[in-house]
């Protein structure tokens, strides 16, 4: 099959599966799991939350957030704590080495989407980015 004959849906998805094989690849030195690092992200963005809240920014099961979070608790990058609005209530955070294993791994991944964009003229990834951002919308 040719590119004239790969379908939009086809290329899309072979572009993403390259993309989601080179962030394995970025994140092997921590040992950590894409699920993980992104949770980690979101954590480091906007500081502690409760599982359930950190559950819908990732867009995933509240039960699978509580696997990723004992994960990351387990390596010693997260912590759990009561919530000092809700004694009841659990807020998840990260841990100092929480904050340098994720530094570490956005300034990882943002090198390795520079590599991975960098074929494209500025322009390119300034349309590839818009049309993304549309197909992204909820």
């Not at 980690?40 to 502690?48: D, N």
């Not at 759990?80 to 100092?96: C, F, I, K, M, S």
């Amino acid at each position: 099959m040719n590119g004239s004959d790969e379908s939009l849906a086809e290329t899309f998805w072979a572009v993403t599966r390259r993309l989601r094989h080179q962030t394995k690849r970025a994140l092997e030195p921590w040992e950590i799991s894409p699920g993980q690092a992104r949770a980690l992200g979101v954590l480091m963005r906007h500081g502690a939350l409760r599982p359930g809240a950190l559950a819908e920014h990732l867009r995933i099961a509240p039960r699978s957030a509580t696997e990723v979070v004992d994960g990351l608790q387990e390596r010693g990058l997260v912590e759990r704590r009561p919530d000092p609005g809700d004694r009841r209530a659990t807020l998840v955070a990260p841990t100092a080495e929480g904050e340098r294993v994720g530094t570490a791994i956005r300034q990882a991944r943002a090198t390795e989407a520079e590599r991975f964009f960098g074929a494209l003229a500025p322009d390119d990834r300034a349309e590839l980015t818009r049309i993304l951002r549309l197909l992204r919308e909820d």
